[in-house]
């Protein structure tokens, strides 16, 4: 009897590791195929490229005001701001805090125009960024923010007690939800394996107790021959398995949640001036100024920068330093947020913007350097 249970047993492992090893493979069968169906690189790519013509993704405030009076349901307004919606946010729009955008993009709609509104431009252009990028939605930066909604003569909505209250209460349910399908999925649990025991235990009753040493020394045999090829099979798998994820490449998406995730501590990714100021007139070989615009450079540009157009960054990056602060310019803050977004997540870059670009350079009673003719 003790034999036959033994037996029972290690047919169950064996069947657990084979449904294991599927899963497994099952698994890496759907991250390679979305890993293939989707380069993030060329779609990078296009994104730079397509703002120059597509009004850098911006948004008027007149625009959205338009809209909303005309009760647009094409339109979408997304508060990517960390904190203060509950305080005064416009009306009719949705808060995601932008370091949660890549877990929560799914509540993005991807069939409506998406207004994205912050107190930093250059935030709402980081949202933009990874929601074209990554989520293939028509997001564009409202310009000004929640300043230039109440600059238009405009009120902010601040949310109702009795909303938050509200929404305490949905959490609640939702906690309880949870707990309800926990609790309900440890019985079903203990169900299977009441169920289990029974099998086990009628197996033995019918098992006769006549078993030779000779048998039991056969199926202990057997027993150290299917350890060893489950083992080899799983080695083999763990090979396999290492080999695709090399094959895969990286987890870009993954990298612009991080990216998300770390800029509020990071000042924004926003470098003063000064800064710059300071690393030209000391020589400073460890910061790099990157000069993002679209055209100008030759009529004028900060001293020591180097040129690299947007929309060509994604096909110039081996010409941006990994060892060195990158601090990146263009006449609008929010391209430049554009490069730094890109510099991040495909690059590896230590990129920040430079605020105010090339006016704040003059406004600081700086000159701005022709290129010399040849």
């Given at each position: 009897?003790?034999?036959?249970?033994?037996?029972?047993?290690?047919?169950?492992?064996?069947?657990?590791?084979?449904?294991?090893?599927?899963?497994?493979?099952?698994?890496?069968?759907?991250?390679?195929?979305?890993?293939?169906?989707?380069?993030?690189?060329?779609?990078?790519?296009?994104?730079?490229?397509?703002?120059?013509?597509?009004?850098?993704?911006?948004?008027?405030?007149?625009?959205?005001?338009?809209?909303?009076?005309?009760?647009?349901?094409?339109?979408f307004i997304l508060d990517v701001r960390p904190g203060g919606f509950d305080e005064g946010h416009i009306p009719g729009s949705v808060w995601i805090p932008g370091p949660q955008l890549v877990d929560s993009m799914d509540m993005v709609p991807a069939d409506k125009m998406i207004a994205v509104v912050c107190d930093l431009d250059t935030n709402a252009a980081f949202g933009v960024a990874v929601l074209r990028i990554f989520g293939d939605r028509d997001a564009w930066i409202m310009v000004g923010g929640p300043s230039a909604w109440v600059d238009a003569g405009r009120e902010l909505e601040v949310t109702e007690e009795e909303?938050?209250?509200?929404?305490?209460?949905?959490?609640?349910?939702?906690?309880?939800?949870?707990?309800?399908?926990?609790e309900s999925d440890d019985m079903a649990e203990s169900d299977d394996m009441a169920e289990s025991d029974e099998m086990a235990e009628s197996d033995e009753m019918a098992e006769s107790d006549e078993m030779a040493e000779s048998d039991e020394m056969a199926e202990s045999d057997e027993m150290a021959e299917s350890d060893d090829m489950a083992e080899t099979d799983e080695m083999d798998e763990y090979d396999e398995m290492d080999e695709a994820d090399e094959m895969a490449g990286v987890d870009y998406m993954a990298k612009a949640g991080a990216f998300l995730m770390s800029y509020p501590e990071n000042n924004f990714f926003r470098i003063d001036v000064q800064e710059v100021i300071d690393a030209v007139d000391a020589a400073d070989e460890s910061l790099f100024i990157l000069d993002v615009r679209p055209a100008g450079f030759d009529e004028g540009h900060i001293p020591g920068s180097v040129w690299i157009p947007g929309p060509e960054l994604m096909d110039s990056m081996d010409m941006v330093p990994t060892d060195e602060k990158i601090a990146v310019y263009c006449a609008l803050d929010t391209n430049a947020a554009f490069a730094v977004s890109v510099l991040r997540i495909f690059g590896d870059r230590d990129a920040w913007i430079m605020a105010g670009g090339p006016t704040a350079w003059v406004d600081a009673g700086r000159e701005l350097v022709p290129t010399e003719e040849m």
């Open positions: 009897m003790k034999n036959r249970t033994l037996f029972v047993l290690v047919l169950l492992g064996l069947f657990a590791a084979a449904a294991s090893v599927q899963a497994a493979e099952h698994e890496m069968a759907e991250s390679e195929e979305m890993m293939a169906e989707v380069d993030y690189m060329a779609k990078a790519s296009d994104f730079l490229m397509s703002y120059p013509e597509n009004n850098f993704f911006r948004m008027e405030v007149g625009e959205l005001i338009d809209a909303v009076d005309a009760g647009d349901e094409n339109l909303d938050m209250a509200s929404d305490e209460m949905a959490e609640s349910d939702e906690m309880a939800e949870a707990d309800d399908m926990a």
